[in-house]
Structure formats: C-alpha cells, structure tokens
C-alpha cells in the first residue's frame, strides 16, 4: 500500500470516529500517523534528470506569495499592481511557472510572486502543487486569492491543502517546550489545567515517533495537532490576507459580509476597486517601517529609507548600514515617535518606530 492510500484510509477511519472522552487516544494516534505520513510526502525524491527552474531569487525587502485556485485573477492582479507583465487569460493554468514582481511602496521593494493556480489534491503533488507550496513557504506573507461568486468552497479547500503541508495560517507557534534526551524516560509537566491532552496521549504520540526520553512542558492549553506540530518541527506559522476578487460580479449584502471577516480584503481587479487599501493592510501585515539616517549638520534624507522589520533597535540599524558600525558606536540621535523628545540620545537597545530619524555618532 502506498502512503497516499494510507494517508486516504486514515482520514476516513478519522471521519468514521465519533469524538469523545473513550476514542481521544485513539485519534491521537491517527493524527500522529497521519502527520508522519504526510511529512514522507513531503520529502523530495531524488530523480535523475532535472526539470525546469521553479524557485526565484529572493530579493528586496519582503516576500509576498499569490496563492489560489485557477482563473481568480492572480495575473491580473500583478500586472496592476507591479511593472512586470503576467499573462492573463478567461481559461485555467495561464500561469505555468513562477513569475516574480515587484512592487514599490513607502520607499520599500515588496517582492510579488505570481504562482500558478492550486488545485485539490495539491499536496500530494498534482499539477505542480508540491514546487507551488514550497515557494510559498519561503514567503512572508501569504495572498489567498479567491473568487467571490464561488463562496467559501475554495477557501476552505485552499486552508485544507496548506494546513496539510504543515503551514499554520494565522497562527502562533504553540508555546510548549518540548526537548528529546538521551535517557530517564517522560518528564510531563504544564502550567495550566490541560483539557484536550493527557500524559497518557502525550505518550502514545511520542511512541508513534519511537521517542520514548523527552522533556515536555505545556504552557498553554493546546491540542493534540499542536503538540504534534512542535515533534515534528518543521511548521511554518505565517500571516495570510485573504483577498476576495470579481466583487462587481456580487450582491451588496454579500460584499458587506466578505468585508467584515477577519483578515479578508475585498477589491475588483477588473475595475481596480480597493487595490490601495490592499496594499495598507498588506504593508501591515509584513510589519515593516522606514527608518531614515542624518548626517551631522545636515539634513535628513528622506528620498533614501532604511526598511527595517517593525521591533528593530538602533543595533540592526548599525548593521544594515554596515557590519563593523556596531563596534564603534557611541550613542545615536534619534527624532520621532519612538522617543519621549527629539533629539533623544540613545544607546544600542533602542527600538525604533516607523519613519524615525537617526544620527549615529562614532567613537
């Protein structure tokens, strides 16, 4: 038997089970299986000849990845938003491969990759779902593009086919500590009352990974798929905006009810509605500010911006200057909402703020 009639049958006996306090274990179990199944899936087989190119270079200041399914508008959408030109097409797969662009805001280079259309079944690598999934691992941030007039069929598909490939979207890492050791067998311990995991399932999943000498510490009331999440340790935990598009096509109630969920932007690319304040939540999502530097006597340079993640201090901003800044630092200058007044003098740990001015001052 295969893994993917594997895969397949525990997904059905996971279907057929009825969830109470007696079959917890049981389907502990089969999730744990499931996950190690779907992590062989993963695992890239070594061919001898070599395909076509599929990753692109990553390069400016944030990697943002357009995912979703056939014909919703994902090559429209890059032509307007970017330089580069994407072939767009009324039939599905005009997009074969990667197409990269790049769109400038707020004095950054938001790198856009244009992917070619998912379809079910994706994760166990139907048309070319695999290469599309693991370009959008590597992004920042993740666009679902989905069609308005075919309601949330697609995406719940899209969340399915993800979340199968171990991407978490909209989630944070689940704050257990989990170390395997050498010997002296289960250390189980939790800072609060645990109802979905006991010692006992904790257990059984740790045997399913033939790790039998761990320290496990809950510090949070997490699922049995959580903890499986921490085990296995290669989930990739990212925030995704998902964007409804062909909005003219739909009625006003509809785009009012689209429009009030959570982390959901809607907009028309055919008659370029909403496109701005896309790209204000976008820049939200990607947490990035702009940092500007001063020279002494002189003033600002606002053409020419740092783009920092947002919680940057002064000592990231020394090494995006240069490597060697840091060592001969002696205090910065620094105007703006990060300090209490302008100019403030600050050392290495402080944090910056969006549009910040400094002056760093050598020894």
């Known amino acids: ?5 594997k895969i397949a049958e525990i997904e059905r006996e996971i279907a057929r089970t009825q969830k ?10 089969l999730k744990a299986k499931l996950a190690k199944y779907r992590a062989q899936l993963l695992e890239p087989k070594s061919t001898g000849a070599k395909g076509e190119g599929f990753d692109v270079m990553k390069s400016g200041d944030a990697r943002v990845a357009l995912i979703g399914f056939p014909s919703v508008g994902k090559s429209t959408f890059l032509s307007l938003m970017t330089s580069t030109a994407s072939e ?17 805001y707020k004095g950054a280079n938001i790198q856009l990759l244009d992917l070619p259309g998912i379809i079910e079944g994706a994760a166990q690598g139907k048309g070319r779902g695999r290469q599309v ?11 679902m593009m989905l069609d308005a007039t075919k309601g949330e069929v697609q995406r719940e598909l899209l969340e399915k086919e993800l979340e199968s490939v171990g991407i978490r979207l909209n989630r944070s890492k689940p704050n257990i500590y989990f ?23 904790v257990q059984l999943i740790l045997h399913e990974y033939k790790i039998f000498n761990a320290e496990v510490l809950f510090r949070e009331d997490s699922t049995p798929d959580e903890f499986i999440d921490v085990i296995v340790g290669n989930r ?35 008659m370029k509605l909403n496109l701005d304040y896309l790209l204000e ?6 947490a990035l500010i702009c940092i500007y530097t001063k020279k002494r006597g002189e003033r600002p ?63």
């Open 1 to 5: 038997m295969g893994i993917l009639e």
């Open 20 to 29: 109470n306090k007696a079959t917890e274990y049981h389907l502990g179990l």
């Open 88 to 104: 767009a097409a009324s039939y599905e797969f005009t997009t074969l491969t990667c197409i990269p662009g790049v769109i400038e």
């Open 133 to 143: 999934i693991a370009v959008a691992r590597t992004a920042d941030v993740v666009i």
């Open 179 to 201: 170390k395997p050791k050498k010997g002296g067998g289960l250390s189980y311990n939790s800072t609060v009352p645990l109802t979905m995991c006991s010692e006992k399932l």
């Open 236 to 270: 990739v935990y990212m925030p995704c905006l998902y964007v409804y598009n062909k909005v003219d096509q739909i009625s006003i109630e509809e785009v009012d009810r689209l429009a009030h969920r959570a982390n959901s932007v809607i907009i028309s690319c055919g």
């Open 281 to 286: 939540t976008l820049w939200e999502y990607l």
């Open 301 to 363: 340079d606002f053409n020419d911006a740092i783009i920092m993640r947002r919680a940057a201090s002064v000592e990231h901003v020394c090494h995006r200057i240069h490597r060697t800044l840091a060592s001969q630092f002696k205090y910065a200058l620094v105007w703006g909402t990060s300090t209490k007044y302008s100019p403030q003098r600050v050392g290495l740990t402080h944090i910056m703020e969006h549009e910040d001015v400094i002056q760093i001052v050598k020894k």
